[in-house]
Each structure stands twice: as structure tokens, then as C-alpha cells.
């Protein structure tokens, strides 16, 4: 009884198998799923068996299948090399290990593995970067006596993989060297660094050794194993032949032939056609990735709308990378953020302010790129890329989080959000940092947790495909930011920029000696770069109501002034009709005294046709001067004071008093 309950599953599960597989000649997986009602693990679990027992001679004993994969993930095995191993699908593994999961075995996820992988890559030994002198043959000394001129008396030099590492570049330099010289390495068949030096020389001559260089390296390497059978792009063929030029020359070699190795770089012949690129997003494009974005994601593309590199972010580094050259790891940090204005005295920030007066609602940050990158010189080499408003905003916004989450400490939790804090107390934590739990630890070790190149790339590849697929064109996923940026530099700012001031911008290197005789003021250029902050802003309406705001303000200080205007033309209308009534009462006076006097006054000469051609000015000066003929009159010339009358009304009616003599009838 027990062993007919113990075979019958068993026949059972040959019948559906077979079944299965018949239906999966014409049929997907999800129509099995459909009209049978299996679960689609069992129909894969079912496919998978009929490969590895194609005449159902046995049945897996799934327990010991489970062992078996629970053995080899804790052995720190991938599921693709557990799939391999057992001859099974990777879907099967993964379901199984959930099973485990479920049943709670430990299993091992795969980033756990992925770091173990990493360790244990560089836990591996570098080659030696010291190699005994061949001159003093590791003694230090020439002829028993003279300090060797090429150890320098150490008996070591360095070896060739020495010299190419011991270079002062940027990390992602050495590795593409390191690569170049590795694919060579293989196709000429060495194990040693140290052979890459002499591999060559086999004749006596050194025009025969260089024309064997050139059929090795150029015909053979470049020509065949690059063109025709990795079938590399043609810069990326002369990259490469100029990487190995490099690395020679570093070795001290100058003699080789790599003018004549360069034009072995060809197209290959069937190389397949690249899917066709845009350039640059739309501001459209942008949008839709920005409003469907958290807020670290939304500053992130801020971050992007300033023209920086892929890079400036967080600078790319293997796995292995990272666990030997802990230091080496570049990301923006707090430190590298700055208030442009906070170093100017008061009088360049007084002129600046009158020039941008919108700037203490909307500033901006001047953000320092790669500013941990050093030159052969020891000089730091970093450049200067502008922020929009909306990013200034955003990671302020998101900095008070971390600070009332306890970055900065219990005691300032509760603390209004204050950058120059932030910058006192850990300018080395990175301004986007990885999403965070209630773990304290994470909370308060930010550094050690940057939001890294991958993490990037993963979230906006998924907002990309979920919100912007299909695309008619594609558009590279982190330089359609900077090719849109440069394109609002290049075609919409007013007044035009120069191709100069974009390379300013975009943290390009400027042609000849153009960064050290160029002294472009760090204000004039954010004067610049605020002519483009309209096209370089995502959200625009909060922008457009700010500007808004702006003009509503220009509007009302233009209506006070057109207030004030009327106000001083009413009070001045005034103070010119009492002029006008005083003179007319002057003049009737004056007409009064001339008649008593027998004289005749002197004829108006204003008419009434004339009168509305002239100005107001010109009325006047004709009435002056027919004041100054009646005084005249009354004046005798010998009495008059010498030079210019000033003819007021008070004058005037003093004078005609003493005239009368204070009279009755006179007056």
C-alpha cells in the first residue's frame, strides 16, 4: 500500500511531463498555463527534467535537487552557475532558492555574492611593480664602485606594469591602459609584463625590429584581431594603438613606428549598424521623467540640467576597484557645494544684487566637480559647473530631511536647515546618498553609503521604460541631459553666447593657453548663466509664478511712479496757475500806471491764432518780455540798477509803491 501511494505521484508526474512537452511544440508557456491551470514553475520544472531524463527513466528526487542548490549558493555560487552546473533553468533556481527562503534556510543574495566575487578578485596579487636592475644586476653599483645611474643605488627599477600604475591620472585612465595592454598581452601569447618590452626585438637592426612591431602589432593586432574579429569601432581602434603608444613611452621605448600602426585602423566590413541615437530629451521628455521621480531622483535631474558630466555625480568605479582604492571613490560632496556670493564684499554684492535683484529669492549653488582630482603638478583640477534655482531648492529640501532623520546628530534635529552647518559639521558626506531605513548606522555614516553610479542608471532606466517607451528615437540615458543643455546654450540664451563661454559652462578644457589668459569674473558668468535658467528650469510653473511674482512687482512700482509723476504735475499745474494769476494782475496794474501816467501800454503781442503753437515756455518769455517794455516806462533807464532785472512780482509791487509814493489816487 505504501509503495503504490509512494509510485503513483510519480506516474503522474509522467504523464503531465509528457504532456507538457508535447504542448510546448506548438504552444507558449503562458498557454499551457492557460488551458491546463499548472503553475508556470511546474511547467518550467517539467521542461527542465525532460532534457536532463528525455525517457522519463527516472524522476528527480526534487529534496536532493534543493540540496544541492542550497549547497552551491552558499558555496557563493551565481544562479546562472548553479543553473550550469545542475543543467537546469535559471527560473528553477530562483524558484527553488525562494522555497529555501520560505522554509528559512539561509540563502545568500546576490549582491552578498557579488562582493564576495569582488574581494576575492582583489585579494588577488598585482604584478610586481619593482623589478631587479638589469645594469647593476640588483646591486646598486656599477663596476663595484660608481652608484648605479639607473637604480639610483636601490638595485630596483620600476617594472613595466610600475610604471604604467605609478602614473598621477585619474583611476578609469590607468584601467583603460591597463586593458589596451592586456588585449595585447593575449594576442602575442605572454604571461609576463615584463616581456611586453623585449617581445620584439629578434634582429640586430633597429629598422628590422620596428618593421616586426608594426607586422605584429599593426597588421596582426590591429588589423585582424581588432577589425575582423572583435570588430571595434575606429576610434576605438586608434584609442586603443594611442593607449599602447602611451604606455611604451612611459617605459622609456620612443622609437617604435605608431605613426605608420595608426593606419591599419579600419571600419570592419560586417559590423552591425548601431541603433540610431537622438541627441538630446525634449523638455517634454525631461518632465515626464522629473514629476515621476522621488525627491533625490528629481534632484538628481536638476543636477543634470547644469551641464555636468555623467560622472560628476558619482565617478565610476568597479566593485574591485572600490575594495583597493578606497580612496579613490569620487562623488559630489557637501564641501563642494558654495553660496557664490559669500565670499564678496559688500560693494561687489551690492552691484550684483542691482543687476540680478531676483537673486535672494532664487540663488543658486557653484558646484566644484571633481574636486578631488589632483594634476601631475599636485594641483587640483577641478572645474566650476552653475546650479538652477530648482536644484538649490531641492537639495535644500532634501538635506533638512537627513537633518531631522539624525544625520547631524539628535541635538540638531530640530534645527532650522542652515548649509554653512552642514559644511562645519561633515563636508565630506555625499550630497545624494542611497535610500536609508531605521538603521542608525546608515543614518549617521552617510560617506560610506553614496548613491552610486549603478543605483542611478537602474531607477532612471526604470522611469525611462515605464513612462517614455516607446521613444521614436533613442537618446543616451545620461548625455541626453547634457547635449539638451547645450543646445539651450547654444541656440536660446539672449544676448547669443560664444563658443568660449559654453566651454566655460560645459567644464570644457579651453583651446592653447585660453584658461590661464581668460579672466572671465565668477559674476559675469552667472549673469550669463541666468539668461538661460528659463529654458534649464523642469518645473516651469513654479518658475513662471515667480516670475510672475516679479512682474506684478514691476507693475506696482510702476504705477506708484506714474502715481508720484501726477501728483508732482497736479502740485506743479498749481503752483503755475498762481504764477499765471499774479502776472495777470501785475500786468493789469501795470497797464493801470502807464494810462494814469499818459502813457500808452504796449500792444499784447500773443494772439489768439498763435497761441495754441507755442509752448508754454514761449508764452512766457513773450509775456516777460512785454512786462519788461511796461517797466521800462515806468522805470526811467538812468534809475535802473546795472545789469539783468530780476523781474519777480514781489519787485515789481515794491517797486510801484515807491513809484506812487503810497499816493491814494496814484495807486
Known sequence: MTNKTQKLPNAERIVRRNKIVEMRKTMSVRQITKETGWPKWTILRDLSDSKRYPNNEDLVDYQERRDKIL???NAYKTHTEIATTLKISPAIVLFELYRLKRQGKRVIRGNEIAEYKAKQ?????????????????????RNGQQTCNICFGDGKIDSFYGNIVKENVDLLTIKTRLKAARWLMKYLCLDDWQQLATWYLKFDTLEENNRYFEKIVGAGFVGEELVKVKKVAVRSQTRTVWELQHIYELNGITTLPWQRIYQYAKVPADKEKKPEYDKAYTAEQIKKLYDNSNLTYKAVISFYMSGCRRGALYQVLSAVDR???????????????????????????????????????????????????????????YYTCWSTPEYHNLVNQMLAKRQRDGELGTELKDQPFDIRVWQEKCPESPVFRTEYDIDHYKITHPEEFPLTYTGINAYLSRRRQDHLEPMKKRVKLFNGFRSYVETVLGHNVTPKLSEREIAWFMGRELPAMGEHYDAWGKLDQIVKWWGALEWLTIDKEKYLDKKIRQKDKIIEDKEIEIRERRRDQYLWDLKHEAMQERMDKLEGGLEKLLRYMGETPPERTLTNKEAPSLTSDEKMEKRLDRLEAMISKVIPEEERPKGKIEITSHALEDKIKHNNDGTTDQK
Open 323 to 381: 575594495i583597493k582604492y578606497p580612496e579613490r571613490e569620487r562623488f559630489l560632496r557637501i564641501k563642494d557645494l558654495k553660496d557664490p556670493l559669500e565670499d564678496l564684499a559688500y560693494e561687489q554684492r551690492r552691484d550684483f544684487l542691482l543687476k540680478i535683484p531676483e537673486y535672494e529669492e532664487s540663488p543658486i549653488y557653484e558646484m566644484r566637480i571633481y574636486s578631488e582630482d589632483l594634476s601631475r603638478d599636485g594641483e587640483p583640477v
Open 71 to 73: 549547497e552551491l549558493n
Open 121 to 141: 578578485r582583489a585579494a588577488i596579487p598585482e604584478p610586481d611593480k619593482l623589478v631587479k636592475c638589469s645594469y647593476c644586476d640588483g646591486t646598486g653599483r
